[in-house]
């Protein structure tokens, strides 16, 4: 019998480029384990002379969707990113293994606040989609341009912090305390995921508004394409 968190093959149903350094692929999995927002999936691909790399990414699809669909932030030298951005079109089958992971994993029902940095904000999207009645999300990016997800995070009403220029009446810069304080519910599991220095910023921030440390879960990712 074939372990349905093992590694298998799962079809490429849909290929977007929603952003100018990204991908977006919904796959078709068979046997597919439902996952909880924040869990990630890994991708492994093997050369022909048997070279292998896989490379870990975060569910952006609620637990409900029928297909997968995973965001991967393209990295001009990355070797999975890459060939996931410029290769792979709908038809193709990837290796995969997931879902992983259960500290950064949100059930649905307990309030949560994400704070996602680039690309970081792709599990608060399951979050949303899976119950945004219960989820609040603040995201920061450099520019516009960079922001995945954007048309939906803003219906969603989610905060939006461009740092390095204005956007939609709110002047450039990075995210405050000031801001996040009346996104935050007593009680509230906060997740916060981006690179290390956002991590961590961010976690000063959500400590200075008065989020005890056990409510806050963190996922850091450094540059790995």
Not at 119 to 144: E, F, K, W, Y
Not at 149 to 156: D, F, G, K, R, S
Not at 179 to 201: H, K, Q, R
Request: hydrophobic share 40%; aromatic share 8%.
């Amino acid at each position: 019998m074939t372990d349905p968190r093992g590694w298998r093959y799962a079809k490429v149903v849909a290929v977007r480029h929603d952003t100018p350094h990204s991908v977006t692929l919904r796959m078709d999995v068979p046997d597919r384990v439902r996952h909880l927002p924040g869990q990630h999936y890994v991708i492994r691909l093997t050369a022909e002379d048997g070279y292998r790399a896989q490379r870990s990414y975060s569910v952006a699809s609620a637990p409900a969707d029928p297909l997968l669909e995973l965001f991967v932030e393209r990295l001009e030298d990355g070797e999975v990113s890459t060939y996931l951005a410029d290769i792979v079109e709908p038809g193709d089958e990837l290796e995969i293994r997931g879902p992983i992971g259960g500290w950064f994993a949100w059930d649905g029902a307990t309030p949560a606040l994400g704070v996602g940095g680039g690309s970081g904000v792709v599990p608060m999207i399951s979050m949303l989609r899976h119950n945004s009645d219960n989820c609040r999300v603040a995201v920061s990016v450099r520019t516009a341009e960079d922001l995945p997800y954007a048309n939906e995070l803003t219906a969603a009403g989610a905060l939006i912090a461009v740092t390095r220029e204005d956007f939609g009446g709110r002047a450039g810069g990075r995210l405050t305390a000031r801001e996040l304080l009346p996104l935050y519910t007593p009680g509230a599991i906060c997740y916060v995921c981006g690179s290390a220095a956002f991590a961590e910023a961010a976690s000063m921030l959500l400590l200075d508004i008065g989020v005890p440390t056990a409510d806050i879960r963190v996922e850091r990712f450094g540059p790995s394409g």
